[in-house]
């Protein structure tokens, strides 16, 4: 600076020793040269920036001008106070003054730029998978936040006041405003991790692991909300979200689901018959995907029939109590239809010995309002 001085008062001397009109010179000149970068240089760089194909650069340039003329004017008029040589008092004052509205302008700029940044990359999520449209007002916020802090630190220091007892009073205050709001405070990263990792997304049908199964309707920064399929919202604090297990039935390559209709039949019936009337039911069904073909499973022997499942893919996870409920009716129509009993439990009751003194004609057992008799070392069922 001191050398830039020293040239352009070798240049001025030629106008004289007055140094009001050698100040008025420069300032004539940071105004002259002022106009030529807004209006011949920025005009050229903008028809440039016209012809490329994003806006992005449209957009800096067009931001770019107003603050970079009041920099070169601000310029002038501290080079032409410093060859006045204003008082301390008033130059003490003056020169804050023109800093703080030159930093104001810039901070605008920045936060104007980094607005625009972010929001193109939050629309290019194929590059920026953690930056997205959930996720900006975040980083929005945060940008902000960093922009303003840096700007009102160079603000107070333009106005020569001593940093280093605020931020240690900012350190204490931040340590005790951490351990009173620790839980907020891990909702908080909890909901930034959850919007970075994208385990879930708005309108995807998650089922947690307490049982609550429900659409995703919001993702905040402290809680997750989901709305059951009896229309009652559940807000979950994002710290629980991020520490339990959760089952998204709509992830995947596609939103189709997988539903499983079980059912039994007795132990004399033609196997052949059960799997054949279940696949006519999920071929009468209307709204079981065509691909992939539904199947159907013999599963075990069980204890009073012969286990099948009926499995089919439904486009939609929400409408699978409906579409179940319509193949369970289906089912029991077309079992009745076909006389394939569903059995149901029993049990066989065998007495080994009883006392002597039992009369054995009054002994009447009821299970299941079912009269069940017998005679020593009989069976009773």
Same mark, same amino acid.
């Given at each position: ?211 609550? *199964? ?43 689901? *997988? ?123």
């Amino acid at each position: 600076m001191d050398n830039l001085m020293q040239l352009l008062q070798h240049y001025l001397s030629f106008s004289g020793d007055n140094v009001f009109l050698q100040a008025t010179i420069i300032i004539a000149l940071s105004l002259i040269v002022a106009w030529v970068i807004d209006r011949i240089v920025i005009s050229w760089v903008k028809r440039i920036a016209e012809r490329t194909e994003g806006t992005l650069d449209d957009q800096l340039v067009e931001l770019l001008h107003q603050p970079l003329f009041y920099s070169v004017v601000v310029f002038g008029i501290s080079i032409a106070s410093r060859i006045v040589q204003l008082p301390d008092n008033i130059g003490n004052v003056i020169f804050p003054i023109f800093y703080t509205l030159l930093l104001v302008l810039w901070t605008l700029f920045f936060i104007r730029i980094t607005r625009i940044s972010l929001r193109r990359m939050a629309a290019n999520d194929k590059h920026f998978k953690v930056l997205h449209m959930q996720t900006l007002p975040l980083f929005e916020n945060l940008a902000l936040i960093v922009i303003l802090i840096l700007s009102i630190y160079f603000i107070l220091s333009s106005w020569s006041i001593d940093m280093s007892a605020w931020l240690a009073s900012a350190g204490i205050v931040g340590i005790a405003v951490g351990f009173a709001a620790k839980d907020t405070l891990a909702n908080l990263f909890s909901g930034v991790f959850i919007m970075a990792d994208a385990p879930y997304k708005i309108k995807d049908y998650i089922v947690l692991e307490t049982g609550e *199964r429900g659409e995703v309707t919001n993702i905040g920064l402290r809680s997750t909300r989901i709305l059951t399929r009896d229309h009652i919202e559940i807000t979950v604090p994002n710290s629980m979200m991020g520490n339990t297990k959760i089952i998204n039935e709509s992830a995947g390559p596609s939103t189709k689901s *997988r539903i499983r209709a079980q059912v039994g039949c007795a132990y004399d019936s033609d196997i052949d018959l059960v799997q054949e009337v279940l696949m006519q039911v999920a071929q009468e069904e209307k709204e079981l995907c065509r691909f992939p073909q539904p199947v159907v499973r013999f599963r075990a022997f069980g204890g009073s029939s012969l286990d099948f499942e009926l499995m089919g893919w439904i486009d939609l996870p929400e409408n699978r109590g409906r579409i179940l409920h319509q193949i369970n009716n289906a089912i029991f129509k077309k079992f009745a239809e076909h006389n394939i009993e569903i059995p149901y439990a029993k049990r066989d009751l065998y007495i080994k010995e009883l006392p002597s003194n039992v009369d054995l004609s009054t002994l009447t057992v009821d299970a299941d309002k079912s009269a069940v008799s017998g005679q020593r070392g009989g069976t009773m069922s």
